[in-house]
């Protein structure tokens, strides 16, 4: 995608941080925006710096993790702008860290079921409707560098963030026929407010095994407010838009960390010379499977 003039963005999370450096660079761009967020509050002073701009905009309330709610908020953006979205920005998340071996029910509830279940729930909810449209369209979920390495601190975190990147990479494949790219940000520290993430958990929502308090948010925040701006993050992904690049991952201060890390993942594969044979017949029934065996699968559903 080249021209956002004209384009309609759904951007979760859109009230703050990365989802309004979205809203405002894209806007900027032309596009016409949507941002969804859990705060009414968010939503109304968001929406006037954006209209400020000239920007067209409208807010809807939002939870990611409420299918019904998001079937909704999809409706009303049809009423409101007489179309599906042709951007989707899955950008609302939470974080929470403690020791991987104190973490609770509760803990992988709301960490897996906002960072990952709300993504599915954007995506399961939008796509048909972006198909339908007939309209060439454009993807991007935020991920997140967390996501392409397991962390003790931070487990069910990371858990969903790397499923969510395996997640764009399978839509990637399932969308290019449509016309319809995808992108996964994989951003480090950015200057938002998700140190005070803990604010949002659902009071319901059963005993956390982490400690959150004034002093752990404090702590958090003397990492982020040295991020990255959301605009300066929102202009990078503008340009991996751009290119059609998959992944976009504006931080250069994490390549090596990355290289080692996946250098440790190849160099565990067993060279060609153990197993041959075995691997020449894995790897024929693979390919015969892909030309003729997936093809039922790919039908299976209408």
């Given at each position: 995608?080249?021209?956002?003039?004209?384009?309609?963005?759904?951007?979760?999370?859109?009230?703050?941080?990365?989802?309004?450096?979205?809203?405002?660079?894209?806007?900027?761009?032309?596009?016409?925006?949507?941002i969804?967020?859990?705060?009414?509050?968010?939503?109304?002073?968001?929406?006037?710096?954006?209209?400020?701009?000239?920007?067209?905009?409208?807010?809807?309330?939002?939870?990611?993790?409420?299918?019904?709610?998001?079937?909704?908020?999809?409706?009303?953006?049809?009423?409101?702008?007489?179309?599906?979205?042709?951007?989707?920005?899955?950008t609302?998340?939470?974080?929470?860290?403690?020791?991987?071996?104190?973490?609770?029910?509760?803990?992988?509830?709301?960490?897996?079921?906002?960072?990952?279940?709300?993504?599915?729930?954007?995506?399961?909810?939008?796509?048909?409707?972006?198909?339908?449209?007939?309209?060439?369209?454009?993807?991007?979920?935020?991920?997140?560098?967390?996501?392409?390495?397991g962390?003790?601190?931070?487990a069910?975190?990371?858990?969903?963030?790397?499923?969510?990147?395996?997640l764009?990479?399978?839509?990637a494949?399932?969308?290019?026929?449509?016309?319809?790219?995808?992108?996964?940000?994989?951003?480090?520290?950015?200057?938002?407010?998700?140190?005070?993430a803990?604010?949002?958990?659902?009071?319901?929502?059963?005993?956390?095994?982490?400690?959150?308090?004034?002093?752990?948010?404090?702590?958090?925040?003397?990492?982020?407010?040295?991020?990255?701006?959301?605009?300066?993050?929102?202009?990078?992904?503008?340009?991996?838009?751009?290119?059609?690049?998959?992944?976009?991952?504006?931080?250069?201060?994490?390549?090596?960390?990355?290289?080692?890390?996946?250098?440790?993942?190849?160099?565990?594969?067993?060279?060609?010379?153990?197993?041959?044979?075995?691997?020449?017949?894995?790897?024929?029934?693979?390919?015969?499977?892909?030309?003729?065996?997936?093809?039922?699968?790919?039908?299976?559903?209408?």
């Amino acid at each position: 995608m080249q021209d956002f003039n004209g384009q309609l963005a759904f951007i979760t999370g859109g009230a703050s941080g990365a989802g309004l450096g979205q809203a405002l660079v894209f806007g900027r761009a032309g596009a016409k925006v949507v941002i969804a967020d859990l705060r009414a509050d968010a939503i109304e002073t968001a929406l006037g710096q954006l209209r400020a701009e000239g920007i067209t905009a409208h807010g809807i309330v939002l939870d990611i993790t409420d299918r019904e709610a998001y079937a909704r908020a999809a409706d009303e953006v049809e009423q409101v702008f007489g179309a599906a979205p042709t951007m989707l920005f899955n950008t609302a998340g939470v974080n929470s860290f403690g020791p991987v071996e104190k973490t609770t029910y509760a803990d992988f509830d709301w960490l897996i079921g906002v960072n990952l279940g709300g993504v599915i729930n954007g995506m399961v909810t939008f796509v048909p409707r972006m198909i339908a449209s007939g309209k060439p369209g454009h993807i991007v979920t935020t991920s997140s560098l967390g996501g392409l390495s397991g962390s003790a601190l931070a487990a069910p975190y990371s858990a969903a963030k790397a499923a969510v990147i395996n997640l764009m990479e399978g839509y990637a494949q399932g969308l290019a026929k449509h016309n319809i790219g995808v992108s996964v940000i994989c951003p480090a520290n950015i200057k938002s407010n998700i140190a005070e993430a803990s604010k949002l958990r659902p009071a319901g929502l059963g005993p956390s095994g982490y400690r959150e308090d004034e002093a752990t948010i404090q702590s958090l925040h003397s990492i982020h407010r040295h991020g990255m701006e959301p605009v300066e993050l929102a202009e990078w992904t503008k340009k991996g838009i751009e290119k059609g690049d998959l992944y976009i991952i504006p931080y250069p201060e994490a390549k090596e960390q990355i290289r080692a890390h996946f250098d440790r993942i190849v160099d565990a594969v067993l060279p060609i010379e153990a197993d041959p044979e075995g691997a020449k017949a894995r790897t024929d029934a693979l390919m015969d499977w892909a030309q003729n065996g997936a093809k039922v699968f790919a039908k299976t559903a209408g």
